[in-house]
């Protein structure tokens, strides 16, 4: 039987079939407005990863080019003064030539805490302080034996177009922690005479500061989420003054025991990003040398991939920051 025209127009069939159209748009809409809104917050967190990782790779390729610098630096010096008799007996003159290039290129470069070079036996021949900015060559009574330090030891024992790299520490002198803290990485290579018999090394100890700098300034969008760390998960540049270079000062605060399931991940890849209840993390690894506590590498080769000798580069994004959307 056909309804009739007053049924239909019936205030509460009406009222009921508007509610049940409202409830439809209403639900459609929030599902809209939801999906919308997880595709916004989605796409936050991809800007979100991809400049941190951006950022990271920018610090590397900082330390890297620095890296690499120094090395030229060391090599150019090293070859250019091989022949010019520097290691013959009572060559005072050529000595004397030699200390006021370095003295020279030291006030150029601005980055060099000493200029050395040692003979066979150890003894420093050549010694250029930098002088906080005025570099000033040490007089032939001043130089000393270093025979016994592990930065000559292990220079000495390289082949040629080898360099040596120290661990990267804070300056000790007379058996205290300089203050200001001095950040500090020594580079050496063997020298040789135009006959190719090895006559000693040249060393340069190279003002950690400028690698720091060079590094927070390539990350300067990550202030305050960026650190690097060195292999033992130390702080060597952290945004609290505090936790830096704890290995020095005898403490065991360190990444690894703040964030051990983390650093776990960390040191198990050379570059990654991962997130947990903790926050964004953002890494990449940077190789200096070949060795666990300092080692070698060619002078004409890439930085190795695989070693035991590494810092971190990592960016820590807190959870406040990464799972909200920006405003």
């Known amino acids: 039987m056909n309804e009739t025209p007053e049924k239909l127009q019936n205030p509460t069939s009406i009222a009921r079939r508007f509610l049940v159209i409202f409830a439809v748009l209403l639900g459609l809409l929030t599902v809209t407005t939801g999906a919308h809104f997880m ?18 790779q920018l610090g590397k390729a900082a330390l890297d080019r620095d890296l690499q610098d120094v090395i030229s630096d060391l090599t150019f ?8 008799g520097l290691f013959l007996p009572d060559n005072t003159a050529t000595r004397r030539d030699v200390a006021e ?6 006030k150029q470069k601005g980055k060099y805490d000493q200029i050395r070079v040692l003979d066979e036996t150890g003894h420093e021949v050549v010694r250029v302080n930098y002088n906080q900015g005025e570099p000033v060559a040490t007089d032939e009574s001043g130089l000393q034996n270093k025979s016994d330090r592990y930065y000559f030891i292990e220079t000495w024992a390289l082949d040629a177009s080898k360099v040596y790299v120290s661990p990267f520490d804070l300056n000790i002198e007379y058996g205290k922690i300089e203050i200001p803290e001095v950040p500090m990485v020594r580079f050496g290579t063997p020298m040789f005479d135009k006959d190719g018999t090895k006559r000693g090394v040249l060393l340069l100890n190279y003002l950690g500061s400028s690698l720091i700098g060079d590094f927070k300034e390539a990350t300067a969008n990550l202030a305050g989420h960026v650190m690097l760390l060195n292999s033992s998960g130390f702080w060597l540049s952290n945004s609290k003054k505090k936790d830096e270079w704890g290995f020095m000062y005898g403490s065991d605060n360190t ?3 703040k964030f051990p399931g983390v650093w776990r991940q960390i040191i198990a890849e050379k570059t990654g ?3 947990n209840k903790d926050g964004l993390f953002s890494f990449t690894t940077i190789f200096p040398v070949v060795g666990s506590s300092g080692g070698h590498r060619d002078t004409g080769g890439s930085l190795p991939v695989d070693s035991s000798y590494f810092w971190k580069a990592v960016s820590h994004l807190p959870p406040r920051y990464f799972f909200t959307s920006l405003v």
């Open 255 to 257: 990444m690894k025991k």
């Open 273 to 275: 990003q991962f997130s």
């Open 101 to 106: 290039q370095f003295r020279v290129f030291s």
């Open 39 to 56: 595709i916004r917050e989605r796409t936050v967190q991809i800007e979100r990863e991809t400049s941190q990782m951006l950022n990271i």
């Open 77 to 84: 010096l090293a070859r250019h003064n091989e022949t010019t």
